[in-house]
């Protein structure tokens, strides 16, 4: 079989409807086998410009070039590989014997050795001169040549780029970035932060534009209006003859108009109101045993649950509406969220257009401008509360779900004395109705009735958004990708912390390319997502498009998303191969000495759902990730999820929490650290005894476990730890390191983790099941669904077909594994018996 050099091109179709054309930097990376022969390093790469592409029926259509994301040919070499196969024989070209005695073999010998010189001057003197004569576009360096620093010299350079990273430094890009962001009519915040990267020493950048469909918020405000006193409101809480003033004469925009959801159903529903509290499935059980919901409008609490899973439950009751809220008792201390605008998307992820597949030119779209039938309105919680304890008494009563904190019913009478409320009628399971005053009570109901009209209005636009795309080339496995991923936005989002933090990472690991001329063994890739708000389109578009690409080349993905949204707990979300180097990371950084299953004081490792655009990478690619962000303290009831409401940016929020950015380089370090460690350590430092154990961890208390399926994950364990002792620690000896088997080491180390990638989740649920719900859980969280689900559908197929998932998941992962085990046997035995 033979094996020849092919030339893969795949091309970024970008679209701009609304926004001027802008110079996008294209990355044309030719594998010139000259050049790649006689010298490696970045010399051989030319960077050139091209047109900013526009739609698809515009003229000049022209294409990005992702040609440096190919995958080399072997890993002794891109054609080493023709020497490896049995059939390759080289054979020689011979004269005629008539020639061969013709003239004396010195003369032969003369004339061969003065040909070879000429050739050789020739081809080195041409050479010098047309790469002389090379030239970059504006503002692009050519990199330096590749190190000769030995392999062992690495660890000092890595803790250089560490110890280079300083919160005054971050503090300078946040205020840069904050400044720009205010000042909406400066341009595009992609094209800043790519200036930004390339000041920072990033030459190789790139904008990527996909055109996409978005939800934005109607030019009039949405509306609640009591339909027995004709009263109308805001979702703000404010009447609807209440304009709101600029204060100080100033013009302002109206922050209001963000009490919205994006891709909501459109249109309006009189109906009356149903408490539900936070919409579960206990909740909805005890609703439904004694009310019809049909067409009702639900009033829920955000939390507990993905938003868009409680949604769906609604659906399936009968509902039409539902008004989303938040507690003020969930709130964390400081923040104070229950009075804050804020807005929701409803879309899963990607452009809602282009459901699975990429907003290319010339793509088919399917205008769908909304996800969900449902009319969905976010609100305040001092409307929540007005609709709650208004005019209609005596027709009813108000409801809340307590709890036995006493923090709880203090918080919750505030709102009760506030509303002229004193005793309240109790609907309790467990006790017959009586006067309430406050009584530590399971659960207490309180039946609202009360007609309401719900207008819903948003409009939809296609529009450009841009995503920026930065690398290091690297040095050994080049095909192979290390992705950190942080965002950017308009003045109404809160993203200039994370953008602050990748870029001075990026600017520590430049500057000790250009002083050591080192490189990583591994290519890192710097992005900054656009359209991240409106349900993580930028990253689900790039993904999307490159998907099989990075199935095959994505080693991990490094998140950075809302990195310090207080000063309280470092919590990190990490995929299980990645526990131990994340926890190893930290015991360094703050000289601790954790285990991997303990959480030292104020830290919190686990693997748990979290927001952000490590989603599509998660749940559709199966890639290892990891995120670290400085969290405030919850209240030890708070229901999580409340990080689905998206807020205005409040810049001084950060600064208050961070005045001297230390948690900020904190994290940026522990970042840096983590993508070192990944994009250059031989051996991928993935576990994959910490993913048999976690397996077997959410196995542990789980009722519904079969005999099978506790025999399948004590298998994997198994075969975990014989595959960690028997091929991952010899080939972390240099001495006995193949290439051939290194490569193939880390291929199955980096592809284990999508053998738990199940084809059906709930809505809002991970597909990745190696992830939980939230902290209270350590079950497989799709299993204890269905089984909730099970009392809800009085049918328990749903919980058959998810046992079966979970099953096959843990059963292909051991397969796997020992399929690995099996291929080096054999690779062993044949060296052995040559």
């Keep these: ?248 004469g100033k013009k302002e925009k109206n922050d209001l108009l963000y009490f919205y959801a994006a891709y909501s159903a459109k249109g309006s529903l009189e109906a009356e109101i149903i408490d539900v509290q936070y919409g579960t499935i206990d909740d909805l ?22 938003l868009l899973y409680k949604l769906s439950l609604l659906l399936e009751a009968g509902f039409g509406g539902a008004l989303v809220y938040i507690d003020p008792c969930d709130s964390p201390p400081r923040e104070k969220l229950g009075e804050k605008t804020f807005w929701i998307s409803l879309n899963p992820g990607g452009d809602p257009s282009t459901p699975g597949y990429p907003s290319i030119g010339g793509i088919f779209r399917e205008h769908q401008t909304n996800i969900t039938s449902l009319l969905v309105q976010p609100i305040a919680a001092s409307l929540a509360k007005e609709l709650l304890s208004s005019t209609e008494k005596a027709n009813g009563n108000e409801c809340f779900q307590l709890t036995n904190s006493s923090a709880v019913h203090r918080c919750l009478n505030g709102y009760f004395q506030s509303s002229g409320l004193h005793n309240i009628l109790v609907d309790n399971p467990y006790r017959e109705g009586r006067k309430f005053a406050f009584n530590p009570s399971p659960y207490v109901f309180l039946k609202v009735s009360k007609t309401i009209r719900l207008e819903v209005a948003t409009v939809s636009e296609y529009r450009t958004i841009q995503n920026v795309i930065g690398y290091v080339k690297g040095s050994i496995n080049p095909d192979k990708y290390v992705i950190v991923g942080s965002h950017h936005g308009n003045s109404e989002e809160l993203w200039t912390s994370s953008t602050s933090i990748i870029t001075e990472v990026i600017r520590t690991v430049m500057t000790q390319i250009q002083k050591k001329r080192w490189r990583p063994n591994r290519t890192i890739l710097f992005c900054s997502w656009g359209g991240s708000i409106f349900g993580n389109i930028g990253s689900y578009e790039w993904a999307e498009e490159m998907k099989h690409i990075l199935q095959s080349n994505a080693v991990a993905y490094i998140n950075l998303f809302k990195p310090v949204m207080g000063n309280g707990t470092l919590n990190t979300v990490v995929s299980p191969s990645l526990r131990q180097l994340a926890t190893d990371v930290m015991n360094k950084r703050f000289s601790l000495n954790c285990t991997r299953q303990e959480n030292c004081s104020g830290r919190k490792v686990n693997s748990v759902q979290v927001e952000g655009n490590s989603d599509f990478f998660i749940n559709h690619l199966g890639v290892p990730t990891v995120q670290f962000a400085y969290q405030e303290t919850k209240p030890s009831m708070g229901p999580g999820f409340l990080s689905e409401a998206v807020l205005l940016n409040d810049a001084t929020m950060v600064e208050t929490f961070d005045p001297n950015f230390n948690l900020h380089e904190t994290i940026a370090k522990l970042t840096a650290e983590m993508i070192l460690h990944i994009a250059n350590e031989p051996v991928l430092p993935f576990s994959v005894l910490d993913v048999a154990l976690e397996v077997q961890e959410k196995l542990k208390d789980d009722n519904i476990a079969s005999e099978q399926m506790l025999a399948l994950a004590t298998a994997l364990r198994e075969t975990a730890q014989l595959f960690q002792s028997d091929e991952m620690r010899p080939a972390n000896d240099p001495e006995e390191r193949d290439p051939a088997h290194l490569r193939m080491l880390n291929d199955v180390l980096q592809n284990l983790e999508k053998n738990f990638l199940i084809q059906h989740a709930p809505p809002g649920y991970y597909r990745n099941i190696l992830y939980h719900l939230n902290e209270s859980s350590s079950q497989f969280s799709v299993m204890k669904e269905a089984v909730n689900h099970c009392n809800l559908q009085k049918t328990n197929q749903t919980l058959t077909k998810i046992i079966s998932m979970v099953q096959n998941s843990i059963r292909s992962a051991q397969v796997y594994l020992k399929t690995g085990l099996d291929v080096f046997e054999n690779i062993q035995n044949t060296k052995i018996t040559n």
């Excluded at 960077?47 to 040919?73: C, Y």
């Excluded at 439904?288 to 993905?306: E, F, H, M, N, R």
């Design 285 to 306: 059980l005890q609703l439904q045993s004694s009310t019809d919901v049909t067409k009702k409008i639900a009033l829920i609490k955000l939390g507990k649950a993905p």
């Design 1 to 248: 079989m033979a094996y020849q050099k092919v030339d893969q091109r795949f091309r970024v179709h970008t679209q701009d409807v609304d926004t001027e054309e802008l110079p996008v930097p294209s990355l044309d990376l030719e594998w010139d086998m000259e050049k790649e022969l006689e010298e490696s390093g970045f010399d051989g790469f030319e960077i050139d410009n091209s047109s900013q592409h526009r739609l698809a029926n515009s003229a000049g259509n022209n294409d990005l070039d992702f040609e440096f994301m190919q995958p080399s040919a072997s890993p002794r070499g891109r054609f080493a590989r023709l020497e490896e196969e049995s059939d390759y024989i080289v054979h020689p070209r011979q004269g005629s014997k008539n020639q061969q005695g013709s003239l004396p073999i010195i003369v032969k010998l003369f004339i061969a050795g003065f040909i070879i010189f000429i050739c050789g001057f020739l081809i080195g003197y041409y050479g010098r001169k047309s790469n002389s004569k090379q030239t970059l576009p504006n503002n692009i360096t050519p990199m330096p040549p590749t190190s000769s620093i030995a392999v062992s010299d690495d660890g000092t350079i890595l803790q250089s780029i560490v110890q280079a990273i300083e919160g005054y430094s971050i503090r300078s890009f946040f205020r840069n970035l904050t400044l720009f962001a205010a000042e909406s009519d400066r341009g595009s915040s992609a094209a800043h932060v790519m200036e930004q990267w390339t000041a920072s020493g990033l030459t190789e950048t790139r904008l990527v534009n996909y055109t996409v469909l978005l939800s934005l918020p109607d030019a009039n405000q949405n509306k609640i209006i009591l339909t027995n006193s004709s009263q109308c409101f805001h979702p703000s809480g404010q009447q609807c003859s209440t304009l709101p003033s600029a204060p100080h």
